[in-house]
C-alpha cells in the first residue's frame, strides 16, 4: 500500500483506523440484503465526512472496516458515526431488526489505529475474512 498523505491548513495527515463492531447479542443479523444495505449506507456515511474506506467486511454477526479519517476526529467519534447513522436507517428499512433486538448495535467497539506498516496487514485480515476456518457465505 502506498502512503498517501493529506493536507489541510494545519499539517498534513494520514491516520487510519480499524473498528470492529458487533450486533447487540452477537446475533448474525447481517446477511443478504440487510448486508448489502450495511455496506452501501457505510460507504455513503464515510463520503459525507471526507473519509477513505480501504476495506470492509460485513460478516453476519460483525464488520470489519479499515478507514482513513481527518485530525479531528477521534476513534470513537468514527465508530459511532457509522454505528448510528447505520442502525438509524436498516432498523426503519428491516422491521425485523426492531422487533427481534431492543438495539442494533452492541454499545462496545473495538478500534486501533493503523500505521503505514501495517496497514498491508490490516486491509489483507479484513479481506481474507470468509477465508478463515469457520467461516462460511450463508448468502442469506
Known amino acids: 500500500m502506498t502512503r498517501k498523505v493529506r493536507r489541510f491548513s494545519g499539517g498534513v495527515y494520514d491516520l487510519g483506523l480499524h473498528v470492529v463492531w458487533c450486533p ?8 443478504g440484503r440487510v ?3 450495511l455496506d452501501e449506507l457505510i460507504r455513503q ?16 454477526d460483525h464488520v470489519h ?7 479531528k476526529s ?4 468514527v465508530a459511532n ?3 448510528g447513522f447505520t ?5 426503519e428499512e428491516f422491521p425485523h431488526l426492531k422487533s427481534r433486538m431492543p438495539t442494533l448495535w452492541s454499545s462496545s467497539y473495538f478500534a486501533a489505529s493503523v500505521g503505514a506498516v501495517s496497514a498491508a496487514s490490516v486491509e489483507k485480515y479484513i479481506n481474507t475474512q470468509w477465508e478463515r476456518p469457520g467461516k462460511k457465505g450463508d448468502g442469506s
Open 24 to 31: 447487540k447479542y452477537r446475533r448474525p443479523v447481517l446477511g
Open 35 to 37: 448486508a448489502e444495505r
Open 45 to 60: 456515511k464515510a463520503e459525507a465526512r471526507g473519509w477513505e474506506i480501504i476495506a470492509l467486511e460485513v460478516m453476519p
Open 65 to 71: 472496516l479499515f478507514v482513513k479519517h481527518d485530525p
Open 74 to 77: 477521534s476513534a470513537s467519534y
Open 81 to 83: 458515526q457509522f454505528k
Open 87 to 91: 442502525s438509524r436507517v436498516l432498523r
